[in-house]
């Protein structure tokens, strides 16, 4: 069960839900970057999030893009 908040998700269950939200075409891009460890710890929680509210996947989404329009170290990051 994913939380009902964005605050309370760590990094891997956001991006699960970014990943879920941006679809396959996108995802598949997004994986060719990511190492095999990444891979698996994000498969792992998208097998296990079986929902996204609506308004979750919108905050999600909008953090993601506050995070990549700061500066490095501004924002603190997507930590696992």
Known sequence: MVSSTA?????????????MTLGASASAEIFKLLTEEEIEAL??????????DPS???AV???FQQSNTQPAGVSGGWNC
């Open 7 to 19: 605050s309370e998700l760590n990094g891997i269950e956001k991006g699960a839900i970014l990943l």
């Open 43 to 52: 498969a792992s929680a998208m097998v296990q999030i079986h929902h996204v």
């Open 56 to 58: 979750l996947a919108e």
């Open 61 to 63: 989404l909008t953090e």
